[in-house]
């Protein structure tokens, strides 16, 4: 396997720390003018989503991780395992839920989404950054009541349970910032 | 195809004023402009510099890392006090804060010692960034105390592992030797703390580089470094004089070079020789221009200092 040295460190390069694969977020090159270097990282770990820091001695290197991103329609769920297929070839991959995590909240059948495969096995799921999705529960709306600025709970199709202003009924489309969960406007059906 | 400069007119042009006063400030104090060769066919034998290989046909020449050793050749020749404004290069040295080209002032004082030069330092500093600023002076071994509650005199390398690990995160320390990990702890925690200009000074003796041992305390060296915010500035010394002594510093650099698996490299003899004949006593300390001209202007990068870089990630 290819191995990567801290000179070579760049934001999305994928390598191995601690058995687990991680993304490179940002490398710093620190040194005394007549001391020794080192690289201080931050970095992702792709499995939990954990970001940390790690230093190495300047030339240190890691190992290549086998990740790659792949853009795919997410089909259906089964309970245990979220099924996604690639629209080129049709290949199916199955996720589980800690490959999922909350991305399950914003999917909603045939969207599209990126997979992440490390070692050809899902590892994280990125749903686009805009979805439109339903309301399917929500308190009676306010009439009229558009200016205010005034939110109130709903439950979206998928189960996610966002903040959305009075005026919204149930059965209307709203479209959400997948990022942050926060509601952006209404979406026309 | 991005081929206009990295750095501000405003700050090209600034660069030029700087070059301007340095010279009317070493001037009116009677100091000789110099201009040594930047390649020799020996070079810098610390183990922690990588110096960069030029090709002449067949004959590998070496790009200076520091105008010293053709500096100290002129002390040695009876040039007097001599400054030098030249390129410098360290290989491997990039990142927002480092290219490995850069520019230095380099000069040298004949009868000063390490403290009347950091005297001179602070003149400079306030000619160049036309204000009075204030400058404090710490040893660094109170500055490792004081910051990073580190007595770094009698500590045993298990127990500067141990605390170096638990003031660095994710550093594996297991692997370091003593200067490594004071190296860590400078860069990581104790120049992050420092404000405004701060002269470190009496470095311990592993770290002697080419600066004379004090008389009344042989555990640390006549050295000292000028930061800025953290920022390393300059480096100086009470020069080494003794040919002896520099010889074997050298040989010593290159047995480390060859235990980490380095080639070792060509001893400078033309030095060793200067010295051999007698170097006077005197003090000599590098700047570099471009950290400087971050600090002047407020830059956040050296590349926004420097007219062109020349790599794969530019720090804006």
Redesign the interface.
């Given at each position: 396997m290819a191995s990567y040295s801290t000179?070579e460190f760049?934001s999305g390069l994928k390598v191995i720390v601690d058995g687990d694969p991680c993304s490179i977020i940002e490398n710093?090159?620190?040194?005394?003018?007549?001391?020794?270097?080192?690289n201080?990282v931050k970095i992702r770990n792709l499995k939990t989503g954990r970001v940390?820091?790690?230093?190495f001695?300047?030339?240190e290197s890691l190992e290549a991780a086998d990740v790659i991103d792949i853009e795919m329609q997410y089909l259906y769920s089964d309970g245990q395992f979220w099924h996604f297929m690639v629209p080129d070839n049709f290949e199916q991959y199955a996720a589980d839920a800690s490959a999922i995590g909350e991305s399950h909240l914003w999917l909603k059948a045939q969207d599209n989404c990126q997979v992440t495969l490390y070692n050809g096995e899902p590892i994280g799921v990125t749903p686009p950054n805009f979805v439109e999705l339903e309301i399917t529960d929500t308190d009676p709306g306010l009439k009229g009541d558009t200016a205010q600025g005034g939110t109130k709970p709903a439950t979206l199709e998928t189960g996610a349970f966002i903040k959305v202003p009075l005026f919204l009924e149930i059965g209307e489309l709203v479209r959400v910032d997948t990022r942050t969960g926060e509601y952006m406007s209404r979406a026309k059906k | 195809m991005q081929w206009e400069p990295s750095a501000a007119l405003e700050t090209i042009q600034k660069r030029a004023q700087i070059y301007q006063q340095i010279r009317a400030f070493f001037s009116a104090r009677d100091l000789l402009e110099v201009d040594t060769p930047l390649l020799s066919q020996a070079t810098n034998t610390d183990a922690q510099i990588v110096s960069i290989e030029a090709l002449n046909q067949r004959q590998a020449l070496f790009l200076q890392t520091s105008p010293e050793f053709a500096m100290k050749r002129l002390l040695a020749a009876g040039s007097g006090s001599i400054y030098q404004i030249c390129h410098a290069f360290r290989g491997a040295e990039s990142g927002r804060l480092h290219n490995i080209e850069f520019t230095l002032l380099e000069w040298y004082r004949v009868a000063y010692d390490y403290r009347a030069l950091m005297d001179e330092v602070e003149s400079l500093i306030d000619t160049l960034s036309d204000r009075s600023n204030s400058y404090r002076r710490v040893r660094y071994r109170d500055l490792f105390i004081e910051q990073a509650n580190v007595d770094i005199t009698g500590i045993r390398l298990s127990s500067l592992r141990e605390k170096t690990g638990e003031l660095v995160p994710g550093a594996d320390t297991d692997d370091l030797d003593f200067d490594q990990c004071l190296d860590l702890l400078l860069s990581m925690v104790v120049a992050p703390r420092l404000k405004g200009y701060v002269f470190v000074y009496d470095y311990p003796v592993s770290q002697a580089a080419l600066a004379r041992v004090n008389a009344t305390n042989p555990s640390v060296a006549e050295r000292f470094e000028l930061f800025h915010d953290g920022l390393e500035l300059a480096n100086g010394f009470s020069e080494l004089t003794d040919a002896g002594l520099q010889r074997r510093r050298f040989e010593n650099d290159n047995d480390l070079r060859a235990a980490k698996g380095l080639p070792r490299y060509p001893i400078d003899e033309h030095l060793l020789a200067a010295l051999q004949t007698g170097m006077p006593d005197c003090a000599g300390v590098a700047l570099g221009i471009d950290r400087l001209l971050m600090v002047i202007l407020g830059l956040d990068s050296i590349d926004q200092a420097i007219s062109f870089v020349d790599r794969e990630t530019e720090y804006s």
């Amino acid at each position: 396997m290819a191995s990567y040295s801290t000179n070579e460190f760049r934001s999305g390069l994928k390598v191995i720390v601690d058995g687990d694969p991680c993304s490179i977020i940002e490398n710093e090159f620190v040194k005394p003018g007549k001391g020794q270097a080192f690289n201080r990282v931050k970095i992702r770990n792709l499995k939990t989503g954990r970001v940390l820091d790690k230093t190495f001695k300047s030339g240190e290197s890691l190992e290549a991780a086998d990740v790659i991103d792949i853009e795919m329609q997410y089909l259906y769920s089964d309970g245990q395992f979220w099924h996604f297929m690639v629209p080129d070839n049709f290949e199916q991959y199955a996720a589980d839920a800690s490959a999922i995590g909350e991305s399950h909240l914003w999917l909603k059948a045939q969207d599209n989404c990126q997979v992440t495969l490390y070692n050809g096995e899902p590892i994280g799921v990125t749903p686009p950054n805009f979805v439109e999705l339903e309301i399917t529960d929500t308190d009676p709306g306010l009439k009229g009541d558009t200016a205010q600025g005034g939110t109130k709970p709903a439950t979206l199709e998928t189960g996610a349970f966002i903040k959305v202003p009075l005026f919204l009924e149930i059965g209307e489309l709203v479209r959400v910032d997948t990022r942050t969960g926060e509601y952006m406007s209404r979406a026309k059906k | 195809m991005q081929w206009e400069p990295s750095a501000a007119l405003e700050t090209i042009q600034k660069r030029a004023q700087i070059y301007q006063q340095i010279r009317a400030f070493f001037s009116a104090r009677d100091l000789l402009e110099v201009d040594t060769p930047l390649l020799s066919q020996a070079t810098n034998t610390d183990a922690q510099i990588v110096s960069i290989e030029a090709l002449n046909q067949r004959q590998a020449l070496f790009l200076q890392t520091s105008p010293e050793f053709a500096m100290k050749r002129l002390l040695a020749a009876g040039s007097g006090s001599i400054y030098q404004i030249c390129h410098a290069f360290r290989g491997a040295e990039s990142g927002r804060l480092h290219n490995i080209e850069f520019t230095l002032l380099e000069w040298y004082r004949v009868a000063y010692d390490y403290r009347a030069l950091m005297d001179e330092v602070e003149s400079l500093i306030d000619t160049l960034s036309d204000r009075s600023n204030s400058y404090r002076r710490v040893r660094y071994r109170d500055l490792f105390i004081e910051q990073a509650n580190v007595d770094i005199t009698g500590i045993r390398l298990s127990s500067l592992r141990e605390k170096t690990g638990e003031l660095v995160p994710g550093a594996d320390t297991d692997d370091l030797d003593f200067d490594q990990c004071l190296d860590l702890l400078l860069s990581m925690v104790v120049a992050p703390r420092l404000k405004g200009y701060v002269f470190v000074y009496d470095y311990p003796v592993s770290q002697a580089a080419l600066a004379r041992v004090n008389a009344t305390n042989p555990s640390v060296a006549e050295r000292f470094e000028l930061f800025h915010d953290g920022l390393e500035l300059a480096n100086g010394f009470s020069e080494l004089t003794d040919a002896g002594l520099q010889r074997r510093r050298f040989e010593n650099d290159n047995d480390l070079r060859a235990a980490k698996g380095l080639p070792r490299y060509p001893i400078d003899e033309h030095l060793l020789a200067a010295l051999q004949t007698g170097m006077p006593d005197c003090a000599g300390v590098a700047l570099g221009i471009d950290r400087l001209l971050m600090v002047i202007l407020g830059l956040d990068s050296i590349d926004q200092a420097i007219s062109f870089v020349d790599r794969e990630t530019e720090y804006s």
